[in-house]
């Protein structure tokens, strides 16, 4: 699961920094997904060490009657612009020093390779799957890290346009294992009346909305 909708009135690229809540929206899509979950068969929740996610997952676990297992491998993805705002025209960008940061699409120049984030994504999912082996697990992580390991997972290059990413705030991607294969993938947008359009998976960027400050 992405977490929901995080309180940032400045527009800042949070990443992986601390202080950064989920907004009052934000904490009704967490709870429309715990609710949209309630009578599933979980047995282990588990979230990012980062708040937005942790306070995603509460309803959830709450639901279940379960502790939240912190991971550190669902965390966001390193990012060099993180603390800044970011755009074309605006923001990081605009300083000439930044610009050899976005150089190299493929590894990618600006931040944690994509390659290292199917590493550990797939190492969270694995230790997920064995502790709740026969039931199901929630994963609550980040934007980028879930498109990436889902783009390895269905064999599709791992570079990408971000505009692109089919995982909206407060989605699901679900991976079904059979035995210790992943034999589908899945998704849904539980909370999808509560994201403001412009922020819906494959949504064209309107102006001034455009912006993706964290994950």
Known sequence: MRHGEVENPDGILYGRLAGYHLSELGRRMADRVGEHLASRDITHVVASPLERAQETAEPIAKA??????????????????????????????????????VVNPFRPSWGEPYVDQVIRMMGALNAAKDAARGHEAVLVSHQLPIWIVRSYVEKRRLWHDPRRRQC????????????????????????????????????????????????
């Open 168 to 215: 909206t705030l407060a989605s699901l991607t679900t991976f079904t294992y059979q035995g210790d294969r992943i034999v589908s993938v899945g998704y849904s947008e539980p909370a999808r009346d509560l994201v403001p359009a412009h922020l819906l998976a494959g949504a064209k960027p309107a102006k001034g909305k455009g912006k993706a400050y964290g994950a």
């Open 64 to 101: 279940h009657g379960l502790d939240i297992v912190t991971d550190e491998r669902l965390i966001e993805a390193e990012n060099v612009f993180q603390g800044k705002t970011f755009g074309i025209g605006d923001g990081a960008l605009r300083r000439p020093g930044n610009w050899r940061h």
